[in-house]
């Protein structure tokens, strides 16, 4: 049944892709994805399950996977940039903002969706991709972007935040302000969601490939 649901189908995708390419991966980094991967398919189809099936509310399981996903996030920015410059304090003043605001917004809304943190955590992730692609252009190095698998993992992580926070912007103006409901809007997540996730597979591929040159 969930795999009618496009954004299910997409995440079990790119899990399973990167199961298979980063399985025998020895850097941590890697197989901490997959286990984030698995940990977002398996809240997301208890999600699915609880609100088509049993039409319960479900803002508490994304309040759960909220700090989950910032902080894995986080780790990915953390990884990548060092290898491009000096982490300094700043970069982990984006990370204590994201979960003051997240716990500040948990109580004051009796914990209700925090919705606040959410756009902080997305702003915040915005910047810190335009950052990486910056030095990315300043570095000396030579790489081959197209089978670069950071470039693509923060190409994936900038197009989604980006336009989930353009999106939120948009929708509040045509729903709220001029009271228009437009179909397509439903399809905008979706596809958000197959950017991520697409452009991560691709960069799991990436790293496989990567993997076998330098054996």
Known sequence: MFFFNPGLFIEFTCFFIAFFTLFRDRQVFWKITIVYLLF?????LITFILLKVYHQRTFWLYNLYIPVEA????YVFHTFLRRLTRINHLFWLGYGIIITVYIIELFKRNFGYTSTAVSVMSVIFVLYAFYFYALLLKNDEYVVLKYYPPFWMIAGILLFYFGGTAFNLIYDLVLVKMEVRNPL??????????LLYGFWSYSFICRARQRKLYR
């Not at 977002?40 to 997301?44: P, Y």
């Not at 902080?71 to 986080?74: A, D, E, M, S, V």
């Open 71 to 74: 902080t894995f996030i986080t």
């Open 185 to 194: 809007l439903s399809y905008i997540n979706p596809t958000l969601s197959f």
């Open 40 to 44: 977002t398919c398996i809240i997301e």
